[in-house]
Nanobody
Framework: QVQLVESGGGSVQAGGSLTLSCVPS????????MAWFRQAPGKEREGIAT???????GYADSVKGRFIISRDFAKNTLFLQMNSLKVEDTAMYFC???????????????WGQGTQVTVSS
């Protein structure tokens, strides 16, 4: 049974920073590949950052240059460092995992419950 638990969300002013964490549990092969998604009210869920097991990352244009995805296997944690936050970054942020790499696509099998990020002007 795979579980993903996100934390680190909160409220921040525009221009500020937050770091999200996601701790997976369950068989390691089921969480070989992980990604961050977000969903703003009234919008579709958007893949924003992903990482394969070699450390190769990919980012959506909307966050490229501002967000950094990383994974600490020793701490069994996926991170999303978010810098230069904008009001439009306000959303529920989810981590996802799978034994296959779906890049930023929605096909990941396992999902967390999400953590809210609110950016105010």
């Amino acid at each position: 049974q795979v579980q993903l638990v996100e934390s680190g969300g909160g409220s921040v002013q525009a221009g500020g920073s937050l770091t999200l964490s996601c701790v997976p549990s369950g068989p390691a092969y089921e969480t070989a590949y992980m990604a961050w998604f977000r969903q703003a009210p009234g919008k579709e869920r958007e893949g924003i950052a992903t990482l394969d097991r070699a450390g190769t990352g990919g980012y959506a244009d909307s966050v490229k240059g501002r967000f950094i995805i990383s994974r600490d296997f020793a701490k069994n944690t996926l991170f999303l460092q978010m810098n230069s936050l904008k009001v439009e970054d306000t959303a529920m942020y989810f981590c996802a995992a799978d034994q296959h790499w779906w890049y930023l696509g929605p096909q990941y099998k396992h999902w967390g419950q999400g953590t809210q990020v609110t950016v105010s002007s």
